[in-house]
């Protein structure tokens, strides 16, 4: 059977996965989940009903989109995105949870957006608390490497960052790029690449 990867494409979680396939060149079908109508087949492989699911080619069913990106390092080991020393590969994920963490704090922000909520005012400013929060973290990293785990190369705590940080512009707003100059310069370098510059999100 063929690869697949059920995604969306403004999901910044289905993004990861889709960089990753293209930087080692697994050949892998993309079927695009409309969210708002999923359909059984969907349903039936994620019980969590999120993008992105991937499916090997022998059958093996896997969703969230770090257990994929781990098991595509595993199973396709060229290039790394995580670091075979034990010490470092844990680095490499407190990082890339930091940047999940991220990501998912910018999509309840949009959500609250969307429903134009302000009933719950202390929600919105702990959104708000911890993207402000968090930007400083990065960036001051940065300010010391070419990318988060040194001056080498970048991994999938880089992937997960450029990610979140380019649903942020998406769909809040890009003014972050003005404050944090680091986190900035990062960012753009990284979306020379052909595997992020493919995958940008478009609006709807």
Known sequence: MNRILYYH??????????????????ECELREINLLDKPPEFINLSPIGKVPVFVDEDGTVIWDSTLIAEYLDETYPQPRFYPSDPRTRLECRKWEELADYLGDTIINSWILNLK??????GYR????????????????????????????TWTAADVAGLCSLGYYSLRLDEDWQLK????????????ERDSVQSTVPQKS
């Open 9 to 26: 494409q403004q999901s910044h979680f289905s993004r990861k996965i889709r960089i990753l396939l293209a930087e080692k060149n697994i």
């Open 116 to 121: 134009n909520n302000f009933t719950f005012p």
């Open 125 to 152: 400013t702990r959104l708000e608390a911890s993207i402000n929060r968090l930007l400083p973290v990065f960036d001051q990293q940065l300010a010391k490497s070419n990318y988060l785990l040194g001056n080498e």
């Open 180 to 191: 944090y100059i680091h986190l900035r310069e990062w960012f753009n370098k990284l979306h």
